[in-house]
């Protein structure tokens, strides 16, 4: 499921190399997750092929469509490898952190041509593990992975390790905190999540993405809008490792855009209260 069949069109027996479009499968309110998808294609001849991140692309199937016909077939999708993972401190307390995995001879896994988050050094997969394990899919190949705390802990590095298809590994993770920072909090003042126009973050995520780089107080400023993020804190249990205030950025289109907290959100009016600029 949540898997994405790319179309490639063909000329003369030559393929594009390049998606022509993108079909999703299960979208909307599909009641059955079952990976189907569908859509509509000019006549002519074409390749599909399956792409999921963490999983290897499928083979191309090449298919032909004439005018007026309906074609109905069934596509596969390669079985990915999986590592599973712990993350600790030094008093081997579960703790949040990122995990970055790279391939090691820096082959590309991510595919933003397909569809995939584009993310910066090239990485093979990137999580934020809010309780400080989880799962990771890759596809089959040679890898090496950092674990990470923000500037105040070491960073853990694992050897290469090697996965052959549908393989599983262990690994395990220590995180030291080596700069004392007592008398001060690490904050971040300045964090937009869905309700900005500029942000698809759910708040789950943004509050996983504090506690794993290891801000311990933040204020949610969204655009001309506004949210409170304890609630989210309190329901996830991580009030142990990070609290939150409310704010706004108010967002005028002609003399700037201006930061401020505390807020208290209104319910009762539109964008929880947030500032109308216009007047």
Not at 6 to 27: H, I, K, N, R
Request: glycine share 10%; charged share 20%.
């Amino acid at each position: 499921t949540n898997a994405s069949v790319m179309v490639f069109p063909c000329v003369d027996g030559t393929c594009s190399e390049a998606p022509y479009s993108q079909w999703l499968t299960d979208v909307g309110d599909d009641p059955n997750q079952d990976g189907s998808f569908g859509g509509y294609l000019p006549p002519g001849d074409y390749e599909l092929l399956v792409h999921k991140e963490g999983r290897p692309d499928s083979v191309k199937i090449p298919v032909t469509i004439k005018d007026g016909s309906e074609l109905n077939l069934v596509l596969g999708s390669p079985q990915p490898s999986s590592v599973r993972f712990s993350i600790f401190d030094d008093r081997q307390r579960a703790i949040p952190a990122k995990l970055s995995f790279f391939s090691a001879d820096d082959t590309t896994v991510l595919s933003p041509n397909y569809g995939d988050h584009y993310i910066s050094g090239n990485p093979s997969a990137v999580v934020f593990s809010t309780y400080g394990d989880g799962h990771v899919t890759l596809p089959p190949g040679s890898y090496y992975a950092v674990a990470s705390r923000g500037p105040e802990y070491e960073l853990d590095y694992t050897s290469v390790f090697t996965l052959s298809e549908s393989q599983h590994v262990d690994l395990e993770f220590n995180l030291f905190r080596s700069v004392d920072t007592t008398g001060w909090i690490s904050a971040d003042f300045h964090v937009h999540s869905y309700p900005s126009h500029d942000s698809g973050v759910t708040l789950e995520k943004r509050v996983s993405t504090m506690v794993a780089e290891g801000v311990e107080y933040f204020t949610g400023t969204d655009h001309d809008y506004i949210v409170d993020f304890d609630p989210t804190i309190e329901a996830m249990g991580l009030e142990n490792w990070v609290n939150s205030a409310i704010g706004l950025e108010t967002t005028t289109i002609e003399v700037g855009h201006y930061l401020g907290f505390p807020f208290r959100v209104d319910h009762l009016k539109n964008a929880g209260g947030a500032i109308d600029w216009t007047g």
